[in-house]
């Protein structure tokens, strides 16, 4: 597989535990979070998303919490699955200019599920 | 990877080559991104377009160049000037570049290596 894990923080949880990846972000202009999923050597897939107006948005099992005082993101998964082992990062989206908002990734957390 | 495709998934450049990687969507989207992926760092930005026959630079675009001729396809060419090639590439699209809420859909991105 590809090594896009390396030099990342890691989490290791056990199979059926609850996990929590947290992300600090920069801007405080910023009005549009994403979190991905990177599996070794595939391109990052969508998660889930929540406006900056919003402080907490569910899916199925995952939930996100977003605190603007002190710009911070966090990703929930209830009941950990292996399949879940993955690199997870967040994104958010802030005005660039010429119409165009900006995207800016983080460096990304390696899940490790136990089985 | 959903409806976007890269190809080759491995690619290897001799010295003073330039190589052109592939990116096609079939998602009807307007907007179309390059990034590239380092072990440990964010993906960063290297070129985008929001509509055909237009493209922006973004953060890292030396070395690189791009074309958007047809909606649904945005080559990237990595030029001999690009000194350290070696990263993965990532191609995205969205519906719309400019905004708040268009979320990047990726491809399952190319491995490029400098032989």
């Known amino acids: 597989g590809e090594s896009v894990g390396l030099h990342l923080p890691t989490l290791s949880v056990q199979e059926g535990d609850n996990s929590i990846i947290n992300c600090a972000y920069s801007n405080s202009a910023s009005d549009y979070f994403i979190w991905y999923k990177q599996e070794s050597g595939k391109g990052p897939q969508f998660i889930i998303d929540i406006r900056s107006n919003m402080d907490k948005r569910q899916g199925q099992r995952v939930t996100v919490l977003l605190n603007k005082t002190v710009k911070h993101l966090s990703l929930q998964i209830a009941a950990t699955q292996p399949g879940d082992s993955a690199v997870y990062f967040c994104a958010e989206k802030s005005p660039w200019g010429g119409g165009y908002q900006k995207v800016t990734f983080g460096t990304g957390t390696k899940l490790q599920v136990i089985p | 990877d959903g409806g976007i495709t890269q190809s080759p998934k491995y690619l290897f450049r001799k010295e003073g080559q330039n190589v052109t990687l592939s990116c096609e969507q079939n998602l009807n989207h307007d907007a179309m991104y390059w990034y590239r992926q380092d072990p440990g760092q964010g993906l960063r930005l290297i070129y985008y377009s929001q509509i055909v026959n237009d493209f922006q630079k973004g953060d890292i675009a030396e070395g690189y160049s791009v074309s958007r001729e047809k909606k649904e396809s945005f080559p990237l060419t990595v030029t001999s000037a690009q000194k350290n090639p070696t990263a993965f590439y990532l191609c995205?699209?969205?519906?719309?570049?400019?905004?708040?809420?268009?979320?990047?859909?990726f491809g399952p991105g190319t491995r490029l290596l400098v032989l």
């Open positions: 995205a699209s969205s519906t719309r570049g400019a905004g708040r809420q268009e979320t990047q859909y």
